[in-house]
């Protein structure tokens, strides 16, 4: 089992840039894929980025490749996701999620859950 706690969310101006973090409980960090998702008001939850265990392959969402990077520390427990030149749309609350399967782009796959971070985006 593990927990999961985001970080680094917040308001910034369209342009900027955000990093937010989420660390994990428990010693079996490095055999979970992770991901991050979004969910903006009145929206449904969609996938944001996911990286495999060994950061071996990250995959993105078409509306964030090229701005976002996923990355991860095994020796820090922690999932980090770079969000550069944001845009108003991105305003939402992000979840990282992790799954003991392969990295998926979707959220069935992903067993436990943060409590998500709110990043807002002003134009």
């Known amino acids: 089992q593990v927990q999961l706690v985001e970080s680094g969310g917040g308001l910034v101006q369209a342009g900027g840039f955000l990093r937010l973090s989420c660390a994990a409980s428990?010693?079996?960090?490095?055999?979970?894929?992770l991901g991050w998702f979004r969910q903006a008001p009145g929206k449904e939850r969609e996938f944001v980025a996911a990286v495999s265990r060994g950061s071996t392959s990250t995959y993105y969402a078409d509306s964030v490749k090229g701005r976002f990077t996923i990355s991860r520390d095994n020796a820090k427990n922690t999932v980090y996701l770079q969000m550069n030149s944001l845009k108003p749309e991105d305003t939402a609350v992000y979840y990282c999620?992790?799954?003991?399967?392969?990295?998926?782009?979707?959220?069935?796959?992903?067993?436990?859950w943060g409590q998500g971070t709110q990043v807002t985006v002003s134009s």
């Open positions: 428990g010693r079996t960090f490095n055999t979970y894929s």
């Open positions: 999620a992790a799954t003991q399967r392969v990295a998926a782009l979707h959220a069935l796959p992903y067993r436990y």
